[in-house]
């Protein structure tokens, strides 16, 4: 099977668990929300992973918005055992849009899966800059590469 006409058959794209609708200075914004666990053995053990971010930002002058990530790992089923295997904070995320209107991204994240557990976990934060105007959706994807066996979808 040729990957320049097929990529599809080469991954498999999983539902991280984690969207949602925040609005500036809200219960929601500048909050880690976490994802739905991910038993990567279920998927045929990648060693590779992106982590696709889409968020759509309403923003009103000069104001922003970033977006962070924690992606957590353990053997244990339920997470017991949890630790990072990758992150970025909000105080290091860049700006992702500003200025009126609205705005929309992707934000891409590549992962090497070579010293990840078995269980997966992604939580997201986003950050309005504005007191109380602006709003965000997000939500993301993970999408799994590199297992042994070409994953059915």
């Known amino acids: 099977m040729n990957r320049d006409h097929n990529i599809g058959a080469f991954i498999a794209a999983i539902d991280s668990g984690v969207d ?52 957590e790992h353990g ?6 055992d949890t630790a990072d295997f990758a992150a970025l904070t909000i105080a290091n995320a860049a700006v992702l849009a500003t200025g009126a209107g609205t705005k929309t991204g992707v934000v891409k994240v590549d992962l090497d899966l070579g010293g990840a557990h078995r269980y997966l976990r992604v939580n997201i934060t986003d950050d309005l800059s504005a007191a109380n105007t602006d709003t965000s959706v997000c939500g993301a994807v993970v999408i799994f590469g590199g297992e042994d066996v070409v994953p059915s979808i």
Do not use: C, Q, W
């Open 20 to 71: 949602f609708n925040s609005v500036a200075a809200g219960s929601n914004d500048n909050t880690e929300k976490a994802g739905a666990i991910i038993d990567r053995v279920a998927h045929k053990s990648p060693l590779s992973m992106s982590l696709l971010i889409a968020y759509t930002a309403v923003l009103s002058a000069a104001n922003t918005i970033k977006i962070g990530y924690r992606i």
């Open 75 to 80: 053997n244990d089923p339920a997470l017991a």
